[in-house]
Protein backbone atom coordinates (compact mmCIF):
# COMPACT_ATOMS: atom_id res chain seq x y z
CA UNK A 1 0.00 0.00 0.00
CA UNK A 2 0.91 3.74 -0.20
CA UNK A 3 1.61 4.02 3.78
CA UNK A 4 1.95 1.81 6.98
CA UNK A 5 -1.67 0.85 8.17
CA UNK A 6 -2.21 0.17 11.05
CA UNK A 7 -5.80 -1.75 12.84
CA UNK A 8 -7.15 -1.00 14.93
CA UNK A 9 -6.62 2.75 15.61
CA UNK A 10 -8.27 3.01 19.00
CA UNK A 11 -8.76 -0.57 21.25
CA UNK A 12 -10.12 -0.07 24.69
CA UNK A 13 -9.84 -3.38 26.74
CA UNK A 14 -9.97 -4.60 30.28
CA UNK A 15 -7.09 -6.24 32.36
CA UNK A 16 -6.44 -9.20 32.07
CA UNK A 17 -7.87 -10.04 28.26
CA UNK A 18 -5.40 -10.82 25.06
CA UNK A 19 -5.10 -8.21 22.40
CA UNK A 20 -4.29 -8.34 19.01
CA UNK A 21 -2.81 -5.51 16.95
CA UNK A 22 -1.81 -5.82 13.13
CA UNK A 23 0.29 -3.86 10.93
CA UNK A 24 0.57 -3.93 7.22
CA UNK A 25 3.75 -2.25 5.87
CA UNK A 26 4.89 -0.53 2.96
CA UNK A 27 4.50 -3.25 0.29
CA UNK A 28 8.27 -4.44 -0.61
CA UNK A 29 9.96 -3.39 2.81
CA UNK A 30 11.75 -6.01 4.41
CA UNK A 31 12.22 -4.21 7.87
CA UNK A 32 8.86 -3.85 10.24
CA UNK A 33 9.72 -2.39 13.62
CA UNK A 34 7.35 -1.89 16.90
CA UNK A 35 7.40 0.96 19.13
CA UNK A 36 5.32 1.79 22.15
CA UNK A 37 4.88 5.30 23.15
CA UNK A 38 3.36 6.06 26.01
CA UNK A 39 1.62 9.61 27.62
CA UNK A 40 4.40 12.14 27.64
CA UNK A 41 7.22 10.48 26.22
CA UNK A 42 9.03 9.13 22.78
CA UNK A 43 8.35 6.04 21.36
CA UNK A 44 10.47 2.91 22.30
CA UNK A 45 11.58 0.08 20.64
CA UNK A 46 9.90 -3.31 21.30
CA UNK A 47 10.76 -5.38 18.10
CA UNK A 48 12.37 -5.80 14.74
CA UNK A 49 11.61 -8.00 12.04
CA UNK A 50 14.12 -8.82 9.25
CA UNK A 51 12.05 -10.75 6.69
CA UNK A 52 9.88 -13.05 8.60
CA UNK A 53 12.37 -13.31 11.35
CA UNK A 54 12.41 -11.10 14.73
CA UNK A 55 16.25 -10.14 14.27
CA UNK A 56 16.17 -8.11 17.29
CA UNK A 57 13.18 -8.40 20.26
CA UNK A 58 15.13 -7.11 22.72
CA UNK A 59 12.91 -4.35 23.40
CA UNK A 60 9.76 -6.65 24.52
CA UNK A 61 9.27 -5.78 28.26
CA UNK A 62 8.31 -9.17 29.55
CA UNK A 63 7.14 -12.43 28.35
CA UNK A 64 3.44 -11.25 27.51
CA UNK A 65 3.80 -9.19 24.87
CA UNK A 66 4.69 -11.66 21.38
CA UNK A 67 4.81 -10.51 17.56
CA UNK A 68 4.91 -12.13 14.35
CA UNK A 69 5.16 -11.73 10.59
CA UNK A 70 4.80 -14.80 9.45
CA UNK A 71 4.72 -14.23 5.44
CA UNK A 72 7.34 -11.61 5.38
CA UNK A 73 4.47 -8.56 5.22
CA UNK A 74 2.10 -8.29 7.90
CA UNK A 75 2.68 -8.63 11.41
CA UNK A 76 0.88 -8.74 14.49
CA UNK A 77 1.85 -7.57 18.27
CA UNK A 78 0.74 -9.85 20.68
CA UNK A 79 -0.35 -9.18 24.48
CA UNK A 80 -0.81 -11.49 26.77
CA UNK A 81 -2.97 -10.58 30.14
CA UNK A 82 -3.41 -7.23 29.71
CA UNK A 83 -2.08 -4.92 32.37
CA UNK A 84 -3.09 -1.24 32.42
CA UNK A 85 0.62 -0.39 32.57
CA UNK A 86 0.14 -1.33 28.96
CA UNK A 87 -1.93 1.53 27.68
CA UNK A 88 -0.45 3.38 25.14
CA UNK A 89 0.01 4.15 21.30
CA UNK A 90 1.56 1.22 19.67
CA UNK A 91 3.51 2.52 16.59
CA UNK A 92 4.56 0.04 13.28
CA UNK A 93 7.17 1.52 10.69
CA UNK A 94 8.87 -0.52 8.23
CA UNK A 95 11.82 0.66 5.93
CA UNK A 96 13.53 -1.42 2.66
CA UNK A 97 16.37 -2.34 4.63
CA UNK A 98 18.01 -2.60 7.93
CA UNK A 99 20.63 0.23 7.04
CA UNK A 100 20.41 3.86 6.26
CA UNK A 101 17.03 3.97 5.33
CA UNK A 102 14.47 6.11 7.15
CA UNK A 103 11.46 4.38 8.97
CA UNK A 104 8.27 5.11 7.58
CA UNK A 105 5.78 5.21 10.56
CA UNK A 106 1.60 4.17 10.95
CA UNK A 107 -1.00 6.13 12.79
CA UNK A 108 -0.52 3.94 15.49
CA UNK A 109 -2.64 1.84 17.71
CA UNK A 110 -3.82 3.94 20.42
CA UNK A 111 -4.40 1.12 23.57
CA UNK A 112 -6.45 1.57 26.27
CA UNK A 113 -6.78 -1.09 29.32
CA UNK A 114 -9.36 -0.06 31.74
CA UNK B 1 23.88 2.49 25.05
CA UNK B 2 22.29 5.67 23.59
CA UNK B 3 20.82 8.21 25.27
CA UNK B 4 18.41 11.13 23.58
CA UNK B 5 17.51 14.20 25.90
CA UNK B 6 15.40 16.98 24.49
CA UNK B 7 16.38 20.12 26.36
CA UNK B 8 13.08 21.89 26.54
CA UNK B 9 9.40 20.17 27.06
CA UNK B 10 7.74 22.92 25.27
CA UNK B 11 8.15 26.03 23.28
CA UNK B 12 5.67 28.36 22.65
CA UNK B 13 6.63 30.86 19.85
CA UNK B 14 5.08 33.83 17.93
CA UNK B 15 4.39 32.95 13.98
CA UNK B 16 7.65 34.33 11.67
CA UNK B 17 9.89 34.30 14.84
CA UNK B 18 13.03 32.18 14.33
CA UNK B 19 12.94 28.53 16.71
CA UNK B 20 15.39 26.23 17.95
CA UNK B 21 14.39 22.95 19.71
CA UNK B 22 17.45 21.39 21.65
CA UNK B 23 18.66 18.49 21.15
CA UNK B 24 22.07 16.28 22.99
CA UNK B 25 22.85 12.66 22.65
CA UNK B 26 25.28 10.31 24.31
CA UNK B 27 26.56 7.17 22.55
CA UNK B 28 30.32 5.35 22.35
CA UNK B 29 30.31 4.86 18.79
CA UNK B 30 29.04 6.53 15.80
CA UNK B 31 25.18 7.23 15.13
CA UNK B 32 22.82 8.39 12.77
CA UNK B 33 20.69 11.85 13.73
CA UNK B 34 16.60 12.15 13.08
CA UNK B 35 14.12 14.99 13.61
CA UNK B 36 10.89 13.93 13.38
CA UNK B 37 7.28 15.42 13.76
CA UNK B 38 4.12 14.24 14.90
CA UNK B 39 1.09 16.04 14.02
CA UNK B 40 -2.12 15.63 16.64
CA UNK B 41 -3.77 12.00 15.79
CA UNK B 42 -1.33 11.53 13.05
CA UNK B 43 1.94 9.26 12.61
CA UNK B 44 5.99 10.26 13.04
CA UNK B 45 6.89 11.78 9.59
CA UNK B 46 10.61 12.15 9.08
CA UNK B 47 11.98 15.88 9.04
CA UNK B 48 14.81 15.21 8.23
CA UNK B 49 18.42 13.21 8.74
CA UNK B 50 21.89 13.56 9.04
CA UNK B 51 23.76 9.98 8.20
CA UNK B 52 27.47 11.36 7.47
CA UNK B 53 28.33 14.27 5.62
CA UNK B 54 27.94 18.07 5.94
CA UNK B 55 27.45 19.12 9.26
CA UNK B 56 24.36 21.12 8.33
CA UNK B 57 21.09 19.32 7.13
CA UNK B 58 18.30 20.80 5.79
CA UNK B 59 15.14 18.74 5.84
CA UNK B 60 11.49 19.43 4.77
CA UNK B 61 9.05 22.64 5.66
CA UNK B 62 12.00 24.82 5.74
CA UNK B 63 13.77 23.09 8.80
CA UNK B 64 17.28 22.04 9.22
CA UNK B 65 19.59 21.20 11.72
CA UNK B 66 23.27 20.82 12.29
CA UNK B 67 25.26 18.28 13.64
CA UNK B 68 27.86 19.24 16.52
CA UNK B 69 29.98 16.01 17.28
CA UNK B 70 32.14 17.74 20.30
CA UNK B 71 29.48 19.14 21.81
CA UNK B 72 27.11 15.85 20.77
CA UNK B 73 24.42 18.21 20.01
CA UNK B 74 21.73 18.20 17.07
CA UNK B 75 19.44 20.99 17.47
CA UNK B 76 16.75 21.57 14.74
CA UNK B 77 16.05 25.41 13.96
CA UNK B 78 13.50 27.12 11.63
CA UNK B 79 14.45 30.97 10.90
CA UNK B 80 10.42 31.84 10.46
CA UNK B 81 7.64 29.71 12.27
CA UNK B 82 4.33 29.33 10.65
CA UNK B 83 0.58 28.51 12.95
CA UNK B 84 1.25 25.07 10.29
CA UNK B 85 4.42 24.11 12.56
CA UNK B 86 2.65 23.54 15.80
CA UNK B 87 3.02 20.04 16.46
CA UNK B 88 5.35 17.67 18.61
CA UNK B 89 9.29 17.52 17.58
CA UNK B 90 10.93 14.16 18.83
CA UNK B 91 14.80 13.83 18.16
CA UNK B 92 16.67 10.35 17.85
CA UNK B 93 19.42 8.42 17.36
CA UNK B 94 20.46 5.26 16.16
CA UNK B 95 23.68 3.44 15.56
CA UNK B 96 24.58 2.56 11.75
CA UNK B 97 24.63 -1.21 11.94
CA UNK B 98 20.54 -0.63 12.21
CA UNK B 99 19.83 2.59 11.69
CA UNK B 100 15.71 1.78 12.41
CA UNK B 101 16.14 1.03 15.96
CA UNK B 102 16.15 4.25 17.47
CA UNK B 103 16.21 5.76 20.93
CA UNK B 104 13.83 8.77 21.39
CA UNK B 105 13.84 11.77 23.24
CA UNK B 106 10.70 12.72 25.09
CA UNK B 107 9.53 15.42 22.65
CA UNK B 108 9.15 19.15 22.59
CA UNK B 109 6.10 20.50 21.77
CA UNK B 110 6.22 23.74 19.57
CA UNK B 111 3.28 26.09 19.84
CA UNK B 112 3.16 28.84 17.33
CA UNK B 113 1.13 31.46 18.65
CA UNK B 114 -0.18 34.23 16.05
Known amino acids: GAGVSQTPSNKVTEKGKYVELRCDPISGHTALYWYRQSLGQGPEFLIY????????DSGLPNDRFFAVRPEGSVSTLKIQRTERGDSAVYLCASSSSSGANVLTFGAGSRLTVL | AQSVTQLDSQVPVFEEAPVELRCNYS??????LFWYVQYPNQGLQLLLK??????LVKGINGFEAEFNKSQTSFHLRKPSVHISDTAEYFC????????????FGDGTTLTVKP
Open chain 1, 49 to 56: FQGTGAAD
Open chain 2, 27 to 32: SSVSVY
Open chain 2, 50 to 55: YLSGST
Open chain 2, 92 to 103: AVSRGTNAGKST
